[in-house]
Each structure stands twice: as C-alpha cells, then as structure tokens.
C-alpha cells in the first residue's frame, strides 16, 4: 500500500493566517502543514481539503485515479471545492464495510468526538489506521489485529495512541505518524523530539510512504531520569512521556501531610493532569516495584524518596550523621536502589530535583540534603538510557537517547 500524506495539518492548516504565535511563526518550509488528507494508492482520498489536487501534483501524483473520497470529521469551514472528475465525497456509516473496484477494503470505525475513523486493507493485505482530528477510537474490542500504519492525531490526543496500544492495535513495529497538527504543537525540533518520546513520527506534507515498509521506530528508552528546578516543568514533561502508553503506575513518594493545604492543592492538580487509566501508588518502597514486572513506572520524585530515608535513618541529627550511622544507612538504601534500576525490565521515567546551584544551606542539615540529593541523582542518571533537564519548562538532553 502506497500512502501520500497531502497535508499533515489541522483543518485551519500550519501556521494559521494572520497568527503571530511562536508555533506558527517557526512553521516554515519542511514545518508549513496544510490540512491532512490521505491519498491511498492513488485510488482512494481520505478528507478533501482545499488545493488538494495541487497538493497531490507537488507531490508528484494525480487524482485522476481516484475512485472513492471519503470524510473523516465534518467539514466546519468554507465550502470545498470537489475537483473535476472527482467522485462526491461521502461517509461510511460506523461498522459498515466498503468494498472499492482496487480491492481495497474500507471499515468504519467508531470515535468519541463527531466523525469517522477508517481502517484500510489493501488486496496484499497490508493494514493503515487513520483517525480524524481530535479523535480516539470508540469501543474497540479487547484485542485487534495490529496495524501496519496508525495515522493519527498524537500531539492532540496521546491517549488515543493509548488505547491502540491497549488491546494490540499499535505494537512496536507499528509506523505511527502524527497528522492534525496544530500552532498548540511546539515550534520546530521540539515537537519531533516529544513524538519521538511516544514512539511516533511526523514527516512534512508530500511524503509518500510504503505502509508496511520497514522503518525504524523511534526506540524509546526503558529509563529516564527528568530533573529540575522548582516549576520548571520537569513532572509535567515526566507525564508527557507515557501518556501515550496504557495501564501507567504513577508512583507518588511524597505521601499525605495533615493540615498542609498548599501541599494539598499540589497533589490534586498532579492527579487531574493524569490520564484517567493510570494506576497511582503512594510509596518510597521502590525496590519492590522494580523488581516485579509490570507497566511502565513514572516516579515522582526522587527527593521525596531521600527524604522519607533521611527521615528513617535519623540522619538530620548531626551527631548520628557524625558518628556514621546515619550516613552508613542511607548509602545501603541509596546502592539497593540502584541495584534494582539497573536489573528492572519496566520502563521506567523518575523526575527529580536539580538542588545546589544557587544559594548555600544556612544548616549543617540542609547542605546534607543537597550533597546526598546530588550524588543520588548522579547515581541514578547512570543507569539511565536517557537524562533531561528542564529549565523554563525546555527540555535539554543531558544523555541523549
């Protein structure tokens, strides 16, 4: 199956007319995205945007061929112009297949927003997914075949790229392109560097793909170590990085603190950014939750961690700290942690904080912490395929992957 990507935009195109936001300033050349429409095998359009036949001639093929133009999602702008020769766009009731003179088999697949997704078979048997903007698909069953090529809204919506991956639909060797994309994408690198965290892709409008070909996945790291100062955007871009993945344990190291509201208004913002099927677990027994198999992990965070092990070892008392004790414990716990995220087999992303770079510690307690935080996260990063350090909500590679 032969897939030419016409337009990989949002309806309103990249960048939006007249809009003067950073998005839209650096999409240029390679970055500049009509609205996405799908040309199958020079047979078989999905979604007629406007200039799609001067879309098509760019990119070196014709619409002569086509038999069958399909709408993915309502049309809400001006009025589209069908091309002569073109046959009159239509919908797929939902559940219903359709048959085309080329072979090609066409299903409807349900959506949870206004529209219809498609899933293509070509006469060799190959499979493409392709969901309209803003979409995640509707009662899918428990498992379904996999596909060749899932195209899809991913900046929009990771959960639905979630869900595929949920009952099979999307395994490691499916090709996942990110089409729909709007000025809310990030400018430039930093958009394919987040669809690379999720395992997709996003190529510019006028490529034209084998689905089915081999092409090398982005590989995602089992480890990953995000630090960061004090809103600086690291647990959100630790969030970001399994959205796109079912069944997430969010482990929360922090606990519960009586009469705290301020903390209290910090942990029920975290929940209600969550994607609703992840798991949360309130602990600082990680070894155990390495060991076992079992969904990617997201710990959140480290410091809170060495904290409650400070706590438990006494080690904010100089004189325990002094004499060794303290300091003896909290290295054996620090060196079984490490143990257990060099030997675990669970994707795993830990946020932490970056401390020390500023002001010194007015006690002997407080500089402890910083020292024992920094060789923590040196410790950990070390065993990480891949480390971040977000400053002002950017994320700067410090391992890259």
Known sequence: MELTLLG????GGLPRPDCPCAACAAA????????TALLVDGTLLLDLTPG?????ARAGQSLVGVRQVLLSHPQNGPAVEVPAGLPSPGRV????????????????VAVDVPGTAYAVTSPDGTRLLYLPPKAAPAGLPEEVEPYDMAVLDVVGRPDALARLRAVGAVTAVTDVLAVHLDHSVPPGAELHRRLAAAGARAVPDGETLLVGEYHAVPDLPRRTLVLGGARSGKSVEAERRLESFPDVVYVATGGTRDGDADWAERVAHHRERRPGSWRTRETCDLVPLLAADGPPLLIDCLALWLTHTMDEAGAWDDGRWAD????REVRARTSALMEAVRTTRRTVVAVSNEVGSGVHPATSSGRRFRDELGRLNTEFAAECEHVLLLVAGQALPLRPH
Request: neutral net charge; hydrophobic residues 45%.
């Open 8 to 11: 990989t935009g949002a309806p």
């Open 28 to 35: 240029v050349g390679e970055e500049a995205r009509a609205a």
């Open 52 to 56: 799609a036949a001067l879309a098509a």
């Open 93 to 108: 009731p939902d559940g219903r297949d359709l048959t085309l003179i080329s072979g090609h088999r066409v299903r409807a």
């Open 324 to 327: 060794g004790e303290a300091r």
